[in-house]
């Protein structure tokens, strides 16, 4: 009996990876159908500060949504040795926070050339906060797991500390997300019933994805 149940969570780990993989991609499609079709693209350098601001929810979304749970899911989806797997966390989780950084980059240039203050939503205080506790979760993992590295000892002491705390924060990446979506929407007036759709849509396949990120990582191998 507890053989057949062991085999049931196997197969349902696999087959969250395959849903959260799904929502992923048709997140990403809607993504960019906004941007590049209802929002004429990305130019971080452009005199329209409109498509200087499409920079930030383009890579915010690449890399603290799609490329963050691709490195969450690492250990369930890669299949190779541990180091390799390990090698490919830390490196998707860099690209995720340097993606990040210039998508924080950009709102700022943004509201800098339209004279908007800073920080003044919920949606920029719990981006920054994800940004920060984002970058010091890196931090954090590649000193106790990389270099220097702990002990053995410490680092099974400190690896659940890590996996929940990564895990929190992605939760959080997509909280920011949701509520950013809410706000564009609510500040550029979008009445367009396409438009609306696409945003809405977006945010559900965003909402299901880290669901199903979620669900790979807490069930077992």
Known sequence: ????????????????????HLFGLIAAIL????I???????????????????????????????????????????????RTQKLF???????????????VYAVFKYHRKNQIPNLRSLHSWLGLGTICTFGLQWVFGFLFFAFPRGSRETRARV???????????FLLAICTAETGLVE????????NGSQARVLNFTGLFILLYGVAVAFTALLPI
Do not use: C
């Not at 966390?89 to 998508?103: D, E, P, T």
């Not at 564009?184 to 009445?191: E, L, V």
């Open 31 to 34: 993504m960019l159908v906004w």
């Open 89 to 103: 966390h830390a490196v998707l989780h860099l690209s995720a926070l340097m993606m990040g950084i210039i998508g």
């Open 159 to 169: 690896l659940p500390l890590h996996a929940f705390g990564g895990l929190l924060i």
């Open 184 to 191: 564009k929407s609510a500040f550029s007036k979008i009445t």
């Open 1 to 20: 009996m507890a053989i057949i149940t062991r085999h049931r969570i196997q197969f349902s780990s696999s087959r969250s990876a395959v849903f959260a």
């Open 36 to 82: 590049f079709h209802f929002s004429g693209g990305i130019d971080l350098n452009s005199e329209n500060t409109n498509l200087i601001f499409n920079v930030h929810p383009f890579l915010m979304f690449l890399g603290f949504i799609l490329v963050a749970g691709q490195a969450i899911m690492a250990y369930k989806t890669i299949w190779a040795d541990k």
